[in-house]
């Protein structure tokens, strides 16, 4: 056996060398350290060449030499940005290599590996943003992946030839833009230009990677709430209206590049008698699913995982015992304390929410406190005084902010209490923080910006704790629907908030304001107290 150059000494000779790796291999087959510098692959064939012998011991190294070659390529140009691309593309830097012999890549980082002989591709890319060069073998889903996009293939023929569903193809695409062999266009659910502040404009908060359609599928319920927003009778949606709708959502996602999430909800959405179907349908589509709606049985829950475990299922509790029975029904408080334990034993995320009224104000953080150890989120929102919600009586503005930093400072130490209401971020900016959190469904309200609400009967809502119609969408496209005018009207919200610092994290709360009888679109939400000093 040749005595060859200590681990250092290879080390060392490989940093100055342009192919590394087949150097210090050549180096060391050769007995000494510094005997062959190889700086491409004439000299590697030269070497061959004049050593027969090389090859015999080391067969893999005129491949070895390839991929070097495409690294040390890659690693002498220049980093520069890509341009944004307009649709997915293949990593213009991207080298798509063929090879005889499996585990080439593993020798960049063990000299000692030994590839074995097998056809197969490697692939030497910089991922976008990164000064990390990527050598690896690909897998048949990387081909696969390079394939669709290379070639502009239909991905629903792509799934109905290959039997598979929709969204596997989604899979496909996202796993090789995640690792960067893809270059995926940037969401295009973005705030318009004049939103971002010289205070926040940091990327997180302007765009979003994902769109939640909060689904109501029926308007049946086995509740009948005292704040209940919507006890209109709309037919329940159909199997084939349903699917159609989660088509153009797809259609939707994949024209915005981002994943979509469909919170299936009602009433309760577990009565609706095609559920699972539609449930199996969202999934296929590679959708992100969730459940907003009441306790239900152990059987349907197993169906449910056998399908594909939601995101999180929301329950609602409207304060300690008496209280939330009093608003949603006998027994109520306890069906929620039985249901939040299954979960907990199904590995389903639990998350529990308050609607929060002036009377049950001071439950709030009492029954964050009973839950610490049975749900995994608790949050609550402001009540809407809309449909039947309109009998309560909202929480006191004037006490409002003290209301948030008592909750705020439970909340440091207990884990599942959330942070929803953007007002939190107003006080977040006054004590000077540069930490922000997100509201429904991200940073700021939501409403026909990465959320929409989707009626039974197809008519779709910025937000279904208020009157805010954005048209039909057995009528029109959600593309159309999104891109209307009512819908850009609702993004900006009020206003009162165009000029304020925190525009982006917040805007209140419009179904608050709504309720209250204000414009929506005029004076920022009356639970605002930006211009009252309540700095700690
Ligand atoms: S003015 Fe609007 S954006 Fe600013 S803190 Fe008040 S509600 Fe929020
Ligand atoms: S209007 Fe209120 S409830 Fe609706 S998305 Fe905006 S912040 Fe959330």
Same mark, same amino acid.
């Given at each position: 056996?040749?005595?060859?150059?200590?681990?250092?000494?290879?080390?060392?000779?490989?940093?100055?060398? @342009?192919? &590394?790796?087949?150097?210090?291999?050549?180096?060391?087959?050769?007995?000494?350290?510094?005997?062959? *510098?190889?700086?491409?692959?004439?000299?590697?064939?030269?070497?061959?060449?004049?050593?027969?012998?090389?090859?015999?011991?080391?067969?893999?190294?005129?491949?070895?030499? /390839?991929?070097?070659?495409?690294?040390?390529?890659?690693?002498?140009?220049?980093?520069?940005?890509?341009?944004?691309?307009?649709?997915?593309?293949?990593? &213009?830097?991207?080298?798509?290599?063929?090879?005889?012999?499996?585990?080439?890549?593993?020798?960049?980082?063990?000299?000692?590996?030994?590839?074995?002989?097998?056809?197969? $591709?490697?692939?030497?890319?910089?991922?976008?943003?990164?000064?990390?060069?990527?050598?690896?073998?690909?897998?048949?889903?990387?081909?696969?992946?390079?394939?669709?996009?290379?070639?502009?293939?239909?991905?629903?023929?792509?799934?109905?030839?290959?039997?598979?569903?929709?969204?596997?193809?989604?899979?496909?695409?996202?796993?090789?833009?995640?690792?960067?062999?893809?270059?995926?266009?940037?969401?295009?659910?973005?705030?318009?230009?004049?939103?971002?502040?010289?205070?926040? @404009?940091?990327?997180?908060?302007?765009?979003?990677?994902?769109?939640?359609?909060?689904?109501?599928?029926?308007?049946? =319920?086995?509740?009948?709430?005292?704040?209940?927003?919507?006890?209109?009778?709309?037919?329940?949606?159909?199997?084939?209206?349903?699917?159609?709708?989660?088509?153009?959502?797809?259609?939707?996602?994949?024209?915005? $590049?981002?994943?979509?999430?469909?919170?299936?909800?009602?009433?309760?959405?577990?009565?609706?008698?095609?559920?699972?179907?539609?449930?199996?349908?969202?999934?296929?589509?590679?959708?992100?699913?969730?459940?907003?709606?009441?306790? *239900?049985?152990?059987?349907?829950?197993? *169906?449910?995982?056998?399908?594909?475990?939601?995101?999180?299922?929301?329950?609602?509790?409207?304060?300690?015992?008496?209280?939330?029975?009093?608003?949603?029904?006998?027994?109520?408080?306890?069906?929620?304390?039985? $249901? +939040?334990?299954?979960?907990?034993?199904?590995?389903?995320?639990?998350?529990?929410?308050?609607?929060?009224?002036?009377?049950?104000?001071?439950?709030?953080?009492?029954?964050?406190?009973?839950?610490?150890?049975?749900?995994?989120? $608790?949050?609550?929102?402001?009540?809407?005084?809309?449909?039947?919600?309109?009998?309560?009586?909202?929480?006191?503005?004037?006490?409002?902010?003290?209301?948030?930093?008592?909750?705020?400072?439970?909340?440091?130490?207990?884990?599942?209490?959330?942070?929803?209401?953007?007002?939190?971020?107003?006080?977040?900016?006054?004590?000077?923080?540069?930490?922000?959190?997100?509201?429904?469904?991200?940073?700021? =309200?939501?409403?026909?910006?990465?959320?929409?609400?989707? +009626?039974?009967?197809?008519?779709?809502?910025?937000?279904? #704790?208020?009157?805010? &119609?954005?048209?039909?969408?057995?009528?029109?496209?959600?593309?159309?629907?999104?891109?209307?005018?009512?819908?850009?009207?609702? /993004?900006?919200?009020?206003?009162?908030?165009?000029?304020?610092?925190?525009?982006?994290?917040?805007?209140?709360?419009?179904?608050?304001?709504?309720?209250?009888? #204000?414009?929506?679109?005029?004076?920022?939400?009356?639970?605002?107290?930006?211009?009252?000093?309540?700095?700690?």
């Amino acid at each position: 056996m040749p005595v060859g150059p200590s681990e250092e000494q290879t080390q060392a000779a490989m940093a100055k060398r @342009n192919y &590394p790796v087949c150097s210090a291999l050549i180096a060391r087959a050769m007995g000494g350290a510094n005997q062959v *510098t190889i700086d491409s692959r004439e000299a590697l064939e030269r070497c061959c060449a004049a050593h027969p012998s090389l090859l015999v011991e080391l067969p893999f190294l005129s491949d070895l030499g /390839r991929v070097e070659e495409a690294y040390d390529k890659l690693g002498s140009t220049p980093i520069h940005a890509h341009q944004t691309p307009s649709a997915i593309m293949v990593n &213009p830097e991207l080298q798509l290599l063929d090879v005889d012999y499996a585990g080439l890549p593993l020798m960049f980082t063990n000299i000692a590996h030994r590839p074995q002989p097998q056809q197969g $591709f490697v692939l030497v890319y910089r991922p976008p943003a990164s000064d990390r060069i990527e050598i690896h073998e690909a897998h048949p889903h990387d081909l696969l992946a390079l394939k669709i996009i290379a070639e502009d293939l239909n991905y629903r023929q792509l799934a109905a030839e290959h039997g598979v569903p929709l969204g596997h193809i989604d899979d496909i695409v996202y796993q090789a833009v995640a690792k960067g062999i893809l270059i995926r266009p940037p969401s295009r659910i973005r705030r318009p230009d004049d939103f971002s502040t010289n205070a926040i @404009n940091d990327e997180q908060f302007i765009s979003s990677p994902v769109f939640t359609l909060q689904w109501h599928i029926t308007q049946q =319920c086995d509740l009948s709430c005292r704040h209940c927003y919507d006890r209109s009778h709309r037919q329940a949606v159909s199997l084939d209206q349903g699917i159609a709708i989660l088509d153009d959502f797809y259609d939707f996602c994949r024209s915005q $590049f981002v994943h979509g999430q469909v919170s299936f909800t009602s009433g309760n959405p577990l009565l609706h008698a095609n559920f699972m179907e539609l449930y199996r349908a969202a999934v296929e589509r590679g959708f992100l699913t969730a459940i907003l709606g009441n306790p *239900t049985s152990r059987e349907k829950l197993e *169906t449910l995982l056998s399908i594909r475990k939601p995101a999180f299922y929301q329950v609602s509790l409207e304060g300690l015992q008496e209280h939330n029975d009093y608003i949603r029904g006998q027994g109520h408080f306890e069906r929620v304390m039985r $249901f +939040l334990p299954l979960l907990k034993k199904f590995g389903i995320l639990s998350m529990v929410m308050q609607t929060l009224t002036r009377e049950n104000s001071g439950q709030v953080l009492q029954l964050a406190e009973l839950l610490r150890d049975k749900a995994d989120h $608790f949050n609550f929102n402001r009540l809407a005084m809309v449909g039947e919600g309109a009998s309560l009586a909202s929480a006191g503005i004037d006490t409002y902010v003290d209301f948030l930093r008592n909750y705020l400072t439970a909340a440091k130490h207990n884990p599942i209490m959330g942070l929803k209401d953007n007002l939190f971020n107003l006080i977040q900016l006054q004590d000077g923080s540069d930490h922000f959190y997100s509201g429904c469904t991200g940073y700021g =309200c939501g409403a026909a910006f990465n959320f929409v609400s989707l +009626l039974p009967d197809g008519r779709v809502d910025a937000c279904r #704790k208020f009157d805010s &119609p954005l048209g039909n969408i057995f009528e029109n496209s959600l593309l159309t629907i999104y891109t209307s005018e009512p819908a850009r009207q609702y /993004r900006k919200g009020p206003r009162g908030c165009k000029d304020c610092t925190i525009r982006p994290l917040c805007r209140g709360c419009m179904a608050v304001m709504y309720g209250m009888g #204000k414009d929506v679109l005029g004076a920022p939400d009356p639970y605002c107290f930006k211009d009252r000093i309540h700095h700690r």
